[in-house]
């Protein structure tokens, strides 16, 4: 009995053999982020390198920020493991036993605004605003920037709603299908009303790209652990469940709602898209600026000469007497230029000959070529970490105090493992501070870099990272050339590395009183000779079939659905079928958002088509493939994804002129949904076949081998 008793206590280890077991299992977690994000990183990495032959900027702040992206989603995901979800599962098993309906829906609502704010990817929603322009876009430009806060809270507002609807659902035993029904036509309806409205117009990309932000690692397995639970107890008299699936695919459409409806609300009050003099000749401000000098502010880094001087009035004794203020003030240099570096860019290029005489020492040490700095030498650490562990505190800390209320005053439930849960929750707050870091400095940067490259395999483009100063530059080098059609243009030779080339010349380039000129490179098209090349073209839409397919390859969270849904269809639709379906239909849409951005299609073109079909393949489908089918789409956007796929839709907008370059998620979450559907009738169509074929009275026996 001694031995037997020994034999179930606790096994005991040494220091270094637990240290060993932690060691092991933090890398093996570790190495599973790591082949996640590896494969693409890479694949992007060399095309850049190989296929286009533009050497990375920044890879070495690009190296730490994709170590902090996987470090930190590794941290990040243990602690959503053993601190968040423990509470998110228990809330969803014991809420229906002790809570009514009125309650279940009023927590599933805060719920969905929690998880919301928590997803790390809602982020990249906020750093976006910096590429569009206000005068092209007001309404999108006032959503990314000043109205941020507005964006996510609207995004919140419709996963919240989206989570009541789930549940009442569930409650009631409902179909999914009148809820997209319902849901589809509304969006498709509101839609078709922005798509011809001047403001409105620019948004439909975003909204419908909010849609699958949303459903990133937080919100679903949260979702899913509420939804589960309720749907259980909902379905107690042994009647089909569901298992919870069906919520995703709310949560994915009503935000795109919410922010529509945002954009309604918003766009009687502001200007309409104009050129940028005019933008800035008028004084009204809207809801853009704060103040008149804000406007005067965002004139000088992001517009033209002229609409500065259309700022001020066309006075340009003010416009210089404004800079030369903002220099004179190492918080104000900062505020509005960024660094002193840029601030002689403008000087060099735009100031009169008495502001270049007071900033000639700023100007005689600010010749670097933009391209060649590295980040890291600007970078704050001491700012950049306070502002990453705020974010994530803000993100886990309210969704985290919320949980453990309805714990304690709801359920009444004491928190088992106490000490684990905290212990989540710090490497939650941990991991997302890290994580968030990690995009902004690693995977935001090389999709944008990636994004911004691509162009140069159709069309002619400038290399920024390439940009040279030519010394001591004489103007009487400069030669003429004339075209077929009467009209001239400038040239010089300019040789480097012993080839000589012939260079286009611009006299905004050249700063006469110091003889230096500005010199940026031109390449392309690499693929054809043609400006916008179709060969070129179409490599960068097999570029973007390959990276949505690889992508979505190793995404952890379909093998899980590949296993649920072989269960589901008792062998009937395979993993590997479902794993295929979806990556091919991300590849797809992926391939269309580029081509959308490329010949500035308006998205709903291609979203109207694609979701009516969707409609007529929802109704023919059985209702275990529709709630598998359209909840496919929420594994496709994770938090590597996301980022990337958004920065390198804004990186070719960017480049090919057009005014936003949002889209690209939305159709990688549309496609897979009409591929799963798709792949789903055909197995039910087979399904059916078999069993028709083996009814009895299909069977050719007669009535003697039936007795025998």
């Known amino acids: 009995m001694k031995r037997a008793d020994k034999a179930k206590g606790p096994y005991r280890v040494s220091g270094k053999e637990s240290l060993s077991l932690v060691l092991r299992y933090i890398r093996r977690k570790i190495s599973e982020q790591f082949m996640a994000v590896a494969g693409i990183i890479v694949y992007l990495l060399l095309f850049q390198s190989l296929v286009l032959g533009i050497p990375i900027l920044d890879a070495l702040t690009i190296g730490i920020g994709m170590a902090m992206v996987v470090l930190g989603l590794a941290v990040f995901l243990e602690g959503l493991l053993i601190g968040i979800m423990p509470m998110g599962e228990e809330i969803g098993i014991r809420l229906p036993q002790k809570a009514g309906t009125l309650v279940i829906l009023m927590i599933a609502f805060i719920l969905g605004i929690g998880a919301t704010f928590a997803e790390p990817a809602i982020g990249v929603l906020k750093a976006a605003g910096s590429s569009v322009l206000a005068w092209e876009a007001p309404l999108l430009y006032l959503m990314l920037n000043r109205f941020a806060g507005h964006l996510v809270a609207a995004v919140g507002l419709g996963v919240g709603l989206a989570l009541v609807l789930g549940m009442f659902r569930f409650l009631k035993g409902n179909s999914l299908k009148p809820y997209i029904y319902t849901l589809v036509g509304l969006l498709l309806l509101l839609s078709a009303y922005c798509s011809v409205h001047p403001n409105l117009r620019h948004i439909l990309g975003l909204a419908w790209d909010c849609g699958g932000v949303t459903t990133g690692p937080v919100t679903v397995p949260l979702v899913l652990a509420l939804g589960i639970g309720i749907s259980h107890v909902a379905n107690r008299g042994g009647e089909k469940t569901e298992g919870g699936f069906g919520v995703v695919t709310l949560a994915s459409l009503v935000p795109v709602i919410a922010v529509l409806s945002l954009g309604i609300i918003l766009a009687p009050k502001l200007p309409v898209p104009t050129n940028q003099i005019s933008f800035f000749a008028d004084n009204e401000l809207g809801y853009l600026f704060d103040n008149a000098s804000q406007k005067k502010d965002y004139a000088l880094v992001k517009a033209g000469y002229s609409a500065q001087l259309a ?91 919320f949980l453990l209320g309805v714990m304690y005053f709801i359920l009444r439930e004491r928190l088992g493992k106490a000490d684990e849960v905290f212990l989540g929750l710090l490497f939650a707050i941990l991991g997302m501070a890290m994580f968030s870091g990690g995009i902004e400095l690693g995977l935001s940067k090389i999709g944008d870099q990636v994004g911004s490259n691509l162009p140069v395999s159709f069309a002619r483009m400038e290399n920024p990272a390439e940009q040279r100063i030519i010394r001591d530059f004489d103007p009487d080098i400069v030669n003429t050339a004339v075209k077929s059609d009467g009209s001239s243009s400038e040239f010089f030779y300019y040789e480097e590395d012993g080839e000589v080339q012939a260079v286009s010349y611009s006299s905004q380039n050249y700063d006469e009183s110091r003889g230096l000129y500005r010199y940026t490179p031109v390449r392309g098209p690499l693929f054809g000779r043609r400006p916008y090349s179709m060969i070129g073209i179409l490599v960068v839409l097999l570029f973007a079939f390959i990276m949505g397919y690889s992508a979505t390859m190793a995404e952890p969270a379909l093998n899980a659905l590949g296993l649920t849904v072989e269960d589901v269809t008792v062998g009937a639709f395979k993993k590997s079928t479902l794993i295929q379906s979806v990556a091919v239909g991300v590849g797809s849409g992926i391939m269309l958002g580029v081509a959308k951005i490329i010949w500035n299609i308006p998205l709903f073109w291609l979203l109207g088509p694609l979701y009516l079909v969707l409609l007529i393949a929802t109704r023919l489908s059985s209702e275990e493939f529709v709630n598998i089918g359209w909840d496919s789409a929420g594994v496709t956007t994770g938090p590597i994804t996301v980022p990337l796929v ?19 998620l939305s159709m990688a979450s549309v496609c897979p949904i009409l591929s799963v559907l798709g792949m789903g009738l055909v197995v039910n169509w087979r399904r059916k076949a078999f069993l028709r074929d083996y009814e009895p009275e299909n069977l050719e026996i007669s009535n003697e081998e039936i007795s025998l």
């Open 311 to 401: 700022a001020f009035g066309g006075d340009r004794d003010s416009l210089m007497h404004y800079v030369a203020e903002i220099g004179r003030s190492e918080l104000r240099t900062k505020q509005v230029f960024g660094s002193r570096g840029a601030l002689g860019s403008w000087l060099s290029q735009n100031g009169t000959e008495e502001l270049k005489r007071e900033y000639q020492d700023l100007l005689q040490n600010g010749e670097a070529p933009t391209g060649k700095n590295n980040v890291m030498q600007h970078l704050e650490l001491s700012t950049f970490a306070g502002r990453s562990i705020t974010n994530a505190l803000r993100a886990i800390v309210p969704l985290s105090i």
């Open 646 to 664: 958004l920065a390198m839709g804004l990186g070719i907008g960017s480049q090919v002129g057009v005014v936003e370059g949002f889209g690209i």
